[in-house]
């Protein structure tokens, strides 16, 4: 059983490492689709929250689903303060780092706010941020996986030898 248990530790941390490379992927594909839905076609920023959660599966779709949700119904809030709270009910879903929820909060706090062309720039420096973020967490996950994993099975076989 200790040996199970650390192994099962090991995995389940070696899993988010491998998880947060397709999320963010999963939110330059939002994002993208986010900026279509802002330059040509002027969608409100409730439904483009929606739309271009569609296009994908897991916790990075709940996340703008819920956005989007959020901002239709409580009109009072702003798009910042629903992300907030949004990444917040969903965080150990989220296999979100630091920096990806700066970017989001950030994002948050420009949609809306100012004309279209400005919105576009926006969300193509923010899309090359991400990108940049994809690339060290897919060189994090390379380097982290299989040593998390060895570790947890070691720990476990170590914890089972002491306690023999």
Same mark, same amino acid.
Do not use: W
């Given at each position: 059983m200790v040996i199970s248990a650390?192994?099962?530790?090991?995995?389940?941390?070696?899993?988010?490492?491998?998880?947060?490379?397709?999320?963010i992927s999963q939110l330059i594909g939002c994002l993208t689709t986010l900026k279509a839905c802002v330059s040509y076609i002027s969608?409100?920023?409730?439904?483009?929250?929606?739309?271009?959660g569609a296009a994908v599966e897991g916790p990075v779709r709940e996340l703008f689903q819920r956005t989007g949700d959020l901002l239709g119904t409580e009109g009072w809030l702003s798009p910042r303060q629903v992300f907030a709270e949004v990444m917040e009910e969903m965080?150990?879903? /989220? +296999?979100? @780092?630091m920096p990806e929820r700066e970017i989001i909060l950030q994002l948050g706090s420009n949609l809306g706010?100012?004309?279209?062309?400005?919105?576009q720039k926006y969300l193509t420096m923010v899309l090359a941020g991400l990108e940049k973020?994809?690339?060290?967490s897919?060189?994090?996950?390379?380097l982290n996986v299989k040593m998390f994993r060895y570790l947890g099975i070691c720990a476990? /076989? +170590?914890? @089972?030898?002491?306690l023999v």
């Open positions: 650390g192994t099962g530790i090991g995995f389940s941390v070696a899993s988010r490492y491998s998880e947060r490379p397709r999320q969608m409100p920023l409730p439904e483009a929250l929606k739309h271009c965080a150990t879903k /989220l +296999a979100f @780092a706010t100012t004309n279209r062309e400005e919105q973020i994809e690339q060290e897919r060189r994090a996950r390379d476990g /076989l +170590a914890l @089972a030898i002491l």
